[in-house]
Nanobody, 124 residues
């Protein structure tokens, strides 16, 4: 499975961005997809995840009510709509896929394929 993330950029605090992650290859083997982020000097952290088949979702507490994860099965694409962005949301955002059926997880080791990352910068 190959993952291509896009949509990052520079936005002012309070603004919005939508990230996309296009999956290709053995997409039929994907059970869940997720978004993680890594800020400078910090560890990678979970943002959101979605079950590819049923659409169940999970979010980190820090983004609940502001971010929405969704998927378009026909396009093999998962999205992360980010609203009310804050400077602390600044990070490289990575999409990831679980093809081993770990369940709707929030740990990095529950995802076995990763995209290249897209930078989101939120100015104050």
């Amino acid at each position: 499975v190959q993952l291509q993330a896009s949509g990052g950029g520079l936005v002012q605090a309070g603004g919005s961005l939508r990230l996309s992650c296009a999956a290709s290859g053995r997409t039929f083997s994907v059970y869940d997809m997720g978004w993680f982020r890594q800020a400078p000097g910090k560890e990678r952290e979970f943002v959101a995840a979605i079950n590819w088949g049923g659409g169940s979702t999970d979010y980190a507490d820090s983004v609940k009510g502001r971010f929405t994860i969704s998927r378009d099965s026909a396009k093999n694409t998962v999205y992360l709509q980010m609203n009310s962005l804050k400077p602390e949301d600044t990070a490289v955002y990575y999409c990831a896929a679980d093809t081993l059926d770990y369940g709707l997880g929030s740990r990095s080791d529950e995802f076995d394929y990763w995209g290249q990352g897209t930078l989101v910068t939120v100015s104050s």
